[in-house]
């Protein structure tokens, strides 16, 4: 019998993880003419890990699920919704062998996010907003390695 996919792991650099097929979650883009993209993102509940962070919605990808699979039932399962997007790139964080896919969508507007389960509250910001804000470090990580002119 083999163990649930859904569950904490540790990397090969002793960090603890939850997914033990690594992690996805969706990072959607709204670019209006002319004006700052902005950025979807969801304040973690406090209960759970990382809690009271902002990041995006995400988590364990499962048996069969691929990257993106596994992002867009996490957004359903922590914003309540299931927008219409088009990927328009891929970001791997790996962390000693764990890996987290940032999945990166644009959105044709900014629609509205509801709090379900793992999520506080939502918001779309700049990347300058998104700067100020306590974030998830992975959430840090895309912003501080993303191109000024994110895909």
């Known amino acids: ?6 569950r904490w792991t ?10 033990a097929l690594g992690g996805a979650g969706l990072l959607f883009r709204y670019a209006a003419n002319g004006a700052a993209p902005r950025y979807l993102l969801a304040q973690r509940a406090r209960d759970v890990d990382e809690g009271m962070l902002w990041g995006i919605p995400g988590g364990a990808i499962r048996e069969g699920e691929s990257p993106e ?3 867009r039932r996490e957004v359903r399962e922590e914003l309540g919704v299931r927008p219409s ?3 328009t790139g891929e970001q791997r964080q ?4 764990w890996v987290f896919h940032v999945i990166c969508a644009d959105v044709d507007s900014q629609f509205d996010a509801f709090c379900v389960r793992e ?14 804000l306590p974030l998830h470090p992975g959430v840090r990580r895309w912003l501080d390695s993303a191109p ?4």
């Open 10 to 19: 540790t990397c090969g650099l002793g960090h603890v993880h939850w997914g």
């Open 69 to 71: 699979q596994a992002a």
């Open 119 to 132: 999520t506080e509250t939502t918001g779309w910001f700049t990347r300058g907003q998104m700067a100020q």
């Open 148 to 151: 000024s002119a994110p895909a």
């Open 94 to 97: 790996d962390c000693g062998g």
């Open 85 to 87: 997007y088009r990927v």
């Open 1 to 6: 019998m083999s163990l649930p996919t859904d």
